[in-house]
């Protein structure tokens, strides 16, 4: 149970320190032969009405799906 409650306020300074820092993001950019490999290789993922899914697996496909653009890849392709 210490240890439970030690990693607790862990993860709670954590999240306070990060609130404290300047943020600096990166932006990954990639030629386009890069790009069209990385879309031909990541399909759009596609489901059958026969197949059965779990809430959380469905949300996955949905997510991998929608992530595509903001990777250069168009959406539904």
Not at 17 to 44: E, F, I, Q
């Amino acid at each position: 149970m210490r240890n439970l409650k030690r990693l607790g306020l862990t993860l709670v300074s954590l999240g306070l320190l990060n609130g404290c820092g300047t943020t600096n993001s990166l932006v990954a950019t990639a030629d386009k032969d890069v790009k069209a490999k990385l879309c031909r290789s990541w399909r759009h993922q596609t489901v059958s009405q026969r197949d059965v899914l779990t809430d959380e697996t469905a949300s996955q496909i949905e997510a991998s799906n929608k992530s595509r653009p903001a990777w250069g890849c168009t959406y539904g392709k």
